[in-house]
């Protein structure tokens, strides 16, 4: 029986950014002793994609549901019902991953929200842990990796311009991803506008789950966009992605970089990443006169403040969780 199961989600209706999180959750849980699986309707390329290739269940939604000690939720199903669906009883413990403004819960045991308000959090699951702040962001091993790379490589390099702005240079390189989602049409205008702001000699790299690859003049797309994109990216001038999982990864990178707001969902995260400088976008804006003010911005404006707490938290969250086995 596993200790924690993970109910989530990654196909190309929901991207990959809630398997995204949960991987994160799972390797270090794993890392300490505890026993994961996960619940949910998971496509293979993303498994094998963030990571996930080595042995641990995934039953798929229509199976029976796995027994468990702790359920860990993932999604923007309706609450209630699908606790009930999952056989949640008094011995058996909850943990959610709250992005909704309208869910309640009288059963959750621990609420992790990076940009809540913990005052409403409370109000909406009275007997919860509230986890809220940057600090609760938890990066998967792969983001961890990069991360280390890279501040390797300042220490050796204490005047490397790396994390700072996007430098004019001789075929910058620039990678591009909107996540596991398909935003085929957005992204091609993203490429376009890139082409026409950018000098004649710049490289384009484009990832995407649902790309074949190909090499198009100056323009390289990629099939598939979670290990290969992050090693793309930690060599990259610039950074376009989507507002959500993935700028928080390359902002706790310190990556340059310019984030794509695409669904609702990514407002709170937008919104809270704009107050450090981070340059994000509407996708319903002229991308064209967008795009060109991001990077006049990352170029020109002051030095990006990146959050230094960002993940500080994750061993206070994670023996929080392994205490509710006990």
């Known amino acids: 029986m596993p200790e924690f199961l993970f109910r989530t989600d990654a196909n190309a209706e929901m991207g990959a950014g809630h398997l995204a999180r ?14 994961c699986a996960i619940y949910g309707n998971v496509s293979n390329e993303f498994r094998f994609m963030l990571g996930l290739n080595s042995p641990m269940a995934v039953t798929p939604i229509g199976n029976p549901v796995p027994d468990y000690k702790v359920l860990v939720v993932d ?22 991953f709250e992005d909704m403004d309208d869910r309640t819960s009288s059963l959750v045991d621990v609420v ?28 998967r091993y792969q983001v961890w990796l990069q991360k280390e790379r890279m501040s390797k490589r300042l220490r050796l390099n204490p005047n490397s311009p790396l994390n700072s702005k996007v430098q004019p240079k001789a ?30 000699d710049a490289q384009i ?15 390289r797309y990629n099939s ?25 990864e390359m902002v706790y990178c310190q990556r340059p970089v310019i984030g794509v707001f695409i669904a609702d969902n990514q407002r709170r995260c937008a919104e809270t990443l704009v107050e450090f400088g981070v340059p994000v976008i509407n996708r319903s804006s002229d991308l064209t ?27 206070q969250l994670v023996n929080n969780l392994l205490s509710l086995v006990k």
């Open 22 to 35: 949960c991987t994160g959750l799972i390797e270090c849980l794993r890392q300490q002793g505890g026993d």
């Open 75 to 96: 999604n923007y199903n309706e609450l209630n019902n699908q606790l009930a669906e999952l056989a949640v009883c008094n011995a058996r413990r909850i943990v959610l």
């Open 112 to 139: 992790i929200n990076p940009f809540g308000n913990p005052e409403n959090l409370r109000q909406r699951f009275p007997k919860a842990a509230i986890h809220t702040g940057l600090e609760f962001y938890i990066p």
């Open 171 to 200: 075929q910058p390189k620039v990678v591009v991803s909107l996540g596991g989602s398909s935003h085929p049409e957005l992204e091609q205008k993203i490429v376009e506008v890139l082409i026409s702001g950018l000098p004649n």
């Open 205 to 219: 790299e484009v990832f995407s789950a649902y790309n074949e690859s190909k090499q198009l003049n100056n323009i």
């Open 224 to 248: 598939g966009f979670a290990g290969d994109f992050l090693e793309a990216a930690s060599s990259a001038d610039l950074v376009v992605c989507g507002a959500g999982q993935t700028l928080l």
């Open 289 to 315: 006169e967008e795009i060109s003010r991001c990077l006049n911005q990352l170029q020109h404006g002051e030095r990006l403040q990146y959050p230094e707490h960002i993940g500080s938290g994750v061993d």
